[in-house]
């Protein structure tokens, strides 16, 4: 059974940093994508970043230059570093793991929160 586990939401004002981490139970090199995703209240799930296997990151423009996507092949963890956070980056936070082979799988933590307040 996957379970992906995040942590490291939290309150934060407007400017600042936190850190997001995505660990799995099982070997993340087994997936082909891993990533990040959030809901904003009254909105639909976003793509915010992916990583590919091969170590290829993928951006949604409003977070590109401010949060970086990372993983950690040892720990079986993907991070996300937020900097610069703005109260529009306000939302559930979702960790994202794919498998693409003959059948595809998609995997999803249960969320964390962040809060930038203004």
């Known amino acids: 059974q996957v379970q992906l586990a995040e942590s490291g939401g939290g309150l934060v004002q407007a400017g600042g940093s936190l850190r997001l981490s995505c660990a799995a139970s099982?070997?993340?090199?087994?997936?082909?994508?891993m990533g990040w995703y959030r809901q904003a209240p009254g909105k639909q799930r976003e793509l915010v970043a992916l990583?590919?296997?091969?170590?290829?990151?993928n951006y949604a423009d409003s977070v590109k230059d401010r949060f970086a996507i990372s993983r950690d092949n040892a720990k079986n963890t993907v991070y996300l570093q937020m900097n610069s956070l703005k109260p529009d980056d306000t939302a559930v936070y979702y960790c994202?793991?794919?498998?693409?082979?003959?059948?595809?799988?998609?995997?999803w933590g249960q969320g964390t929160q962040v809060t930038v307040s203004s």
């Open positions: 990583i590919s296997m091969g170590g290829t990151a």
């Open positions: 099982v070997s993340i090199s087994s997936f082909n994508i």
């Open positions: 994202y793991a794919g498998v693409y082979e003959s059948t595809r799988r998609d995997y």
